[in-house]
């Protein structure tokens, strides 16, 4: 982009057109082998980072090859009405979008892009309310200063007046401090109405929006740790039902609370149990509990629903509330059912 001015490639240095030949071949090479390494070609259609290669490549191709070699040919001049040139030079940007490519090994940066994509509306309302108020902002200092030197250097006419506004007041770093100095010098009449101004555009929007920015990424973030840990977890519970199948003696895919004792003595049971965060002291005293309440054998649901419950970061819910009076109910039914002995009996 500096150093070579050429419209054309064959018009460029020789260092450029090999470049562009090699990168042009090596891209085409590459995307033949992404696309002939699916079974179907229907599934490189689906692929979206594929698409998005093909596009890319399709393009790079007639930028370099096609349209390179008809302007070789005919000798065609893009210094004239025909304005090709554009179209080489769009083309010879669109070679950047490559990078969005890196976006998919970087997940912060995937955070980053899918909050902004959650927070686009909110930000376009915002955006809107910032532009009314520049723009009702205008009308008042235009009217309002309309006569004096600060209106006729800053604010001569509304379109004047909401450049002003924006530039100097809203996106400005100083936050229209040297504006708002030279309003004083006019009297502080007028100083006040652009510190207001200043006060809600600057700190009160622009302070909205920012925060804005930074919920929608925090939630995002939490969700893609969620669905982390989710992931984690899943993975760690098959490895925990892998070494229940590991100590089930009588091959029943269940576990009572002999075989139980035996998988809490091994050392890796211990290690997965700690890294799902789940309390092995208690899980070992309430055993016998569970067990109880399913005839003396768990299947892999009761089992890993047992693991699940005990875990350190596992909050009561109402759903637990409940299920607990229910157990009460059930029971205090159960005893007072039971026949009371008789006393001389």
Not at 154 to 181: E, H, K, N, Q, Y
Not at 253 to 277: G, Q, W
Not at 283 to 290: E, M, N, P, Q
Request: charged letters at 20%; hydrophobic letters at 50%; aromatic letters at 8%.
């Amino acid at each position: 982009m500096d150093s070579n001015d050429s419209l054309t490639l064959y018009g460029s240095a020789t260092v450029y057109q090999i470049v562009a030949h090699l990168t042009c071949l090596c891209f085409l090479a590459e995307l033949f082998i992404r696309v002939t390494a699916f079974r179907r070609l229907v599934y490189a259609v689906k692929d979206l980072w594929c698409v998005f290669d093909m596009i890319l490549v399709t393009l790079l191709v007639l930028e370099t090859w096609v349209l390179g070699t008809l302007a070789a040919v005919s000798g065609m001049s893009f210094t004239g009405g025909f304005k090709l040139m554009v179209v080489f030079r769009v083309l010879r940007l669109l070679r950047v979008l490559r990078l969005a490519r890196v976006l998919q090994h970087l997940p912060e940066l995937m955070v980053i892009v899918k909050g902004l994509g959650l927070a686009i509306r909110a930000i376009a309302v915002v955006i809107s309310l910032l532009g009314i108020i520049v723009y009702v902002g205008a009308i008042i200092f235009r009217g309002l200063l309309e006569g004096t030197a600060l209106g006729a250097r800053w604010f001569p006419d509304v379109p004047s007046a909401m450049g002003t506004l924006l530039l100097d007041c809203t996106l400005s770093g100083s936050r229209g401090t040297p504006l708002i100095r030279e309003a004083y010098q006019e009297g502080i009449w007028y100083a006040v109405p652009v510190l207001l101004f200043v006060l809600l555009a600057n700190v009160t929007m622009m302070g909205v929006l920012a925060g804005l920015l930074v919920q929608t990424v925090k939630t995002v973030a939490e969700v893609e740790q969620e669905e982390k840990s989710v992931k984690q977890l899943v993975n760690t519970m098959d490895k925990l039902w892998s070494c229940v199948l590991a100590v089930d003696g009588d091959n029943s895919r269940t576990i009572d609370e002999a075989e139980f004792r035996n998988l809490m003595s091994k050392r890796d049971t211990a290690k997965i149990l700690h890294h799902m965060n789940v309390d092995v002291d208690g899980l070992v005293d309430l055993s016998g509990f569970f067990f109880d309440q399913k005839n003396g054998k768990l299947g892999r649901k009761d089992f890993l629903k047992m693991v699940l419950d005990l875990r350190g970061s596992k909050k009561a819910t109402v759903k637990d509330h409940v299920e607990t009076r229910k157990f009460l109910c059930a029971e205090l039914k159960r005893v007072s059912q039971c026949p009371v002995a008789d006393a001389s009996g």
